[in-house]
């Protein structure tokens, strides 16, 4: 069975969520404590952690930001509705997905499914000798073996997701791509109604790899549509 790690202090909805996942393949383990959980996930024995923002003591987004200073395990995060913010840092932070509270515990399941689908095809395309042929377009050069990505001769530190925004991104340069269709094959799922995820993961990866050396938007927003990786 796959193990999940939920950090929430919230007794009663991790012991709901074992009740749910485990007849679906699941086994869950719940930590109420951030710091306790974050040492729990760095022991590398939990396949995916669920992460609450709202935690006295460690809160969920310190607890995602030391975990990503070690670890690639992927993170879905619980956010309240309406906290834009901290979805949105969580997300830049390093975050995988995200999730709104109250949720139906299928669409978690859905989640953490195609959280763990992408996480496998990374760990595929690792070491498989395609350093030697990395995706290049003007100076930005990614490597997908060794997921490095360079800009000219400086390189750019990304997010598990960002670098499959990218991968996808240069694999199309020159052709719009909807938000549905990037969602769909980055995510993994379908983009739900005010969902802003590929909005927010997009805006960080531009800001990272900043305009051309012309100036020149590197990602254009294509209005009502979704965006454009320019030629």
């Given amino acids: 069975m796959l193990h999940v790690l939920v950090i929430d202090d919230d007794r009663e909805l991790t012991a709901l969520l074992a009740e749910f996942m485990e007849p679906e393949g699941f086994s869950v383990e719940g930590i109420q404590d ?18 609450d923002v709202m935690m006295p003591g460690m809160g969920g987004l310190e607890v ?75 100076d930005v050069r990614l490597y997908p073996g060794s997921r490095r990505v360079l800009r000219g001769d400086e390189p750019v530190s990304l997010t598990m997701v960002e670098f499959d925004f990218l991968t996808l991104f240069l694999s199309h340069a020159g052709k719009t791509m909807e938000r549905e269709q990037l969602s769909e094959e980055v995510l993994g799922r379908p983009l739900g109604n005010y969902d802003r995820s590929v909005d927010v993961h997009v805006s960080s990866l531009r800001r990272k790899l900043g305009p051309r050396p012309d100036g020149v938007e590197r990602i254009r927003a294509i209005r009502g549509v979704g965006y454009l990786y320019t030629e």
């Fill in 34 to 51: 951030g710091a306790k959980g974050l040492e729990k996930a760095l022991s590398g024995k939990a396949d995916l952690v669920v992460l």
């Fill in 64 to 138: 995602l930001r030391r975990l990503r200073e070690k670890s690639l395990i992927p993170v879905i995060m619980l956010t309240a509705r309406g906290e834009e913010v901290d979805r949105i840092i969580g997300l830049e932070i390093g975050a995988d997905d995200y999730l709104g509270k109250p949720f139906n515990p299928r669409e978690l399941v859905a989640r953490i499914r195609a959280v763990l689908r992408r996480s496998d095809r990374e760990s595929e395309g690792a070491g498989t000798g395609e350093e030697s042929r990395p995706l290049e377009l003007g």
